[in-house]
């Protein structure tokens, strides 16, 4: 895996578990994040008790398990901090395995908090490995008190040196924040058990490794779930059941288990799929890649909307408007911004390459989050895209006389592809298409012929005039 850059994470000391008189304190650390005002180098968050401790305490390693794991080409170790965000009623800590085919959320909601306000912003909270054996020791009648965030800025900073991580940032790792919202949004709830049949079915699954192509189905018999070899409607995908194993730390404190994905026919081949345990005052949620190879951040979910123009200067819209809601409502937005549902969403998806947005599918609702990465990142790393910009930018793309396009990639023989329109979906003679048949997004030929009709398509007042206006209106009227 390549990696072009390295993130410092700066805390001013280690997080950990201290015993005080009212019992165990877990103090989670801080580093650099963003809040509504502004940038802050060790935010703070939320202070008061959680009401199931030894859940949370068990919810938070298994996040921080999916972080240092690897489920593909193993023996590369994989450390990355998790990401917290403050929604206002709700504490959200997310993480993604080295490989980046398993995304990891952890929901602590209001009821399973007990403290003073839940603060908003987003930044890493530092899980290092004395505080993973302390979580362990955590019991079912210790009082768990949450800290997330220094609680004396100038008294901590004499209290010892500054922690401070230096951690290769791989570019699929960030990808995976953009290409997981746009994929879980399409998910639906397929299944749901009680405690008790979670417990049963997640321990008989094979803990083996499983191998590139293998997946299993999941679908609902009754109360129970059972497994099956082939796709049918209403089955959820399960690829490389072992890559579950972070959700066996949670079962004794279960209250059920659902099962989200998108729709499947018998035909359908493995798609992603999203396995939440239901906890006390808590979701965790481990979301799947269609392969255990496969890593979210080359799924390509995200390619169409970031292809066209109107859905970038819509973002810049959408983006004022955001309030680190832990639910956005695509209609509210709509109507602050003048846009149809489908152009927000269509923003959303390009805010969602900044890690702006994420998607919680048992709300079936985005969420706002702020990462301190840059924002122009994922667009210019995608391959893909670039690809397709320089064929536009050469000419190569040319309109024929029966309504289909060819693309020309080259002189030699085979460099020409044909595109053709099905509906909203743009087919292609090249062997991206042949082999995946946009399971893993367009290839750069679509993508061309998706840029040349953005372009021909647009009305004769530009979106970037019309999104000036709205964004005026809309900053004067907070004004």
């Given at each position: 895996?390549?990696?072009?850059?390295?993130?410092?994470?700066?805390?001013?000391?280690?997080?950990?578990?201290?015993?005080?008189?009212?019992?165990?304190?877990?103090?989670?650390?801080?580093?650099?994040?963003?809040?509504?005002?502004?940038?802050?180098?060790?935010?703070?968050?939320?202070?008061?008790?959680?009401?199931?401790?030894?859940?949370?305490?068990?919810?938070?390693?298994?996040?921080?398990?999916?972080?240092?794991?690897?489920?593909?080409?193993?023996?590369?170790?994989?450390?990355?901090?998790?990401?917290?965000?403050?929604?206002?009623?709700?504490?959200?800590?997310?993480?993604?395995?080295?490989?980046?085919?398993?995304?990891?959320?952890?929901?602590?909601?209001?009821?399973?908090?007990?403290?003073?306000?839940?603060?908003?912003?987003?930044?890493?909270?530092?899980?290092?490995?004395?505080?993973?054996?302390?979580?362990?020791?955590?019991?079912?009648?210790?009082?768990?008190?949450?800290?997330?965030?220094?609680?004396?800025?100038?008294?901590?900073?004499?209290?010892?040196?500054?922690?401070?991580?230096?951690?290769?940032?791989?570019?699929?790792?960030?990808?995976?924040?953009?290409?997981?919202?746009?994929?879980?949004?399409?998910?639906?709830?397929?299944?749901?058990?009680?405690?008790?049949?979670?417990?049963?079915?997640?321990?008989?699954?094979?803990?083996?490794?499983?191998?590139?192509?293998?997946?299993?189905?999941?679908?609902?018999?009754?109360?129970?779930?059972?497994?099956?070899?082939?796709?049918?409607?209403g089955a959820v995908c399960l690829p490389g059941p072992d890559r579950l194993s972070a959700l066996l730390r949670v079962l004794r404190h279960a209250t059920g288990l659902r099962l989200y994905g998108p729709?499947?026919?018998?035909?359908?081949?493995?798609?992603?799929?999203?396995?939440?345990?239901?906890?006390?005052?808590?979701?965790?949620?481990?979301?799947?890649?269609?392969?255990?190879?496969?890593?979210?951040?080359?799924?390509?979910?995200?390619?169409?909307?970031?292809?066209?123009?109107?859905?970038?200067?819509?973002?810049?819209?959408?983006?004022?408007?955001?309030?680190?809601?832990?639910?956005?409502?695509?209609?509210?937005?709509?109507?602050?911004?003048?846009?149809?549902?489908?152009?927000?969403?269509?923003?959303?998806?390009?805010?969602?390459?900044?890690?702006?947005?994420?998607?919680?599918?048992?709300?079936?609702?985005?969420?706002?989050?702020?990462?301190?990465?840059?924002?122009?990142?994922?667009?210019?790393?995608?391959?893909?895209?670039?690809?397709?910009?320089?064929?536009?930018?050469?000419?190569?793309?040319?309109?024929?006389?029966?309504?289909?396009?060819?693309?020309?990639?080259?002189?030699?023989?085979?460099?020409?592809?044909?595109?053709?329109?099905?509906?909203?979906?743009?087919?292609?003679?090249?062997?991206?298409?042949?082999?995946?048949?946009?399971?893993?997004?367009?290839?750069?030929?679509?993508?061309?012929?998706?840029?040349?009709?953005?372009?021909?398509?647009?009305?004769?007042?530009?979106?970037?005039?019309?999104?000036?206006?709205?964004?005026?209106?809309?900053?004067?009227?907070?004004?």
């Amino acid at each position: 895996m390549t990696t072009t850059a390295v993130q410092t994470y700066t805390y001013l000391r280690p997080s950990a578990v201290r015993n005080g008189p009212g019992g165990p304190a877990l103090a989670l650390e801080t580093s650099g994040g963003a809040t509504p005002t502004g940038v802050s180098a060790h935010p703070r968050f939320f202070a008061g008790f959680v009401t199931a401790p030894e859940a949370a305490a068990a919810a938070l390693l298994s996040v921080a398990d999916v972080a240092s794991a690897r489920y593909y080409q193993r023996p590369a170790a994989a450390s990355l901090d998790p990401v917290v965000t403050g929604n206002g009623d709700r504490l959200r800590f997310e993480s993604f395995s080295g490989c980046c085919g398993v995304y990891a959320r952890l929901d602590i909601l209001d009821e399973g908090l007990d403290g003073d306000d839940i603060g908003h912003g987003t930044t890493n909270v530092d899980v290092n490995t004395p505080l993973r054996d302390a979580l362990v020791r955590v019991g079912p009648s210790d009082p768990l008190h949450l800290q997330v965030g220094p609680d004396d800025l100038t008294v901590t900073t004499f209290d010892g040196p500054v922690v401070e991580k230096k951690v290769p940032l791989p570019d699929r790792w960030l990808r995976g924040f953009a290409e997981t919202q746009v994929i879980a949004s399409a998910f639906d709830l397929r299944a749901e058990v009680t405690a008790a049949e979670a417990v049963r079915f997640l321990r008989t699954l094979p803990r083996v490794r499983s191998g590139s192509g293998s997946a299993a189905w999941v679908v609902q018999a009754g109360r129970g779930l059972r497994l099956t070899s082939r796709a049918v409607p209403g089955a959820v995908c399960l690829p490389g059941p072992d890559r579950l194993s972070a959700l066996l730390r949670v079962l004794r404190h279960a209250t059920g288990l659902r099962l989200y994905g998108p729709p499947v026919t018998a035909a359908s081949a493995p798609v992603a799929g999203a396995w939440e345990v239901v906890l006390p005052g808590m979701r965790l949620t481990l979301t799947l890649s269609p392969d255990p190879a496969r890593g979210f951040s080359g799924e390509g979910a995200v390619l169409d909307a970031l292809a066209t123009e109107e859905a970038a200067e819509d973002a810049d819209l959408v983006s004022v408007l955001l309030a680190w809601e832990p639910r956005v409502d695509i209609a509210e937005l709509a109507r602050q911004s003048g846009l149809t549902p489908e152009r927000v969403r269509a923003a959303l998806t390009v805010l969602g390459t900044a890690g702006r947005i994420g998607y919680d599918t048992a709300e079936a609702a985005y969420f706002h989050r702020e990462l301190p990465y840059d924002a122009g990142r994922v667009e210019r790393d995608n391959p893909r895209l670039r690809a397709a910009r320089d064929l536009v930018a050469a000419g190569a793309v040319r309109r024929e006389a029966d309504g289909t396009f060819t693309v020309t990639t080259g002189t030699e023989e085979g460099a020409a592809h044909r595109v053709r329109s099905d509906g909203d979906v743009l087919s292609c003679t090249c062997r991206w298409w042949a082999r995946y048949r946009g399971g893993r997004g367009p290839c750069s030929h679509a993508l061309a012929v998706r840029i040349v009709l953005d372009t021909a398509e647009s009305p004769v007042e530009s979106s970037a005039e019309s999104s000036a206006d709205s964004s005026a209106t809309v900053l004067g009227g907070a004004r």
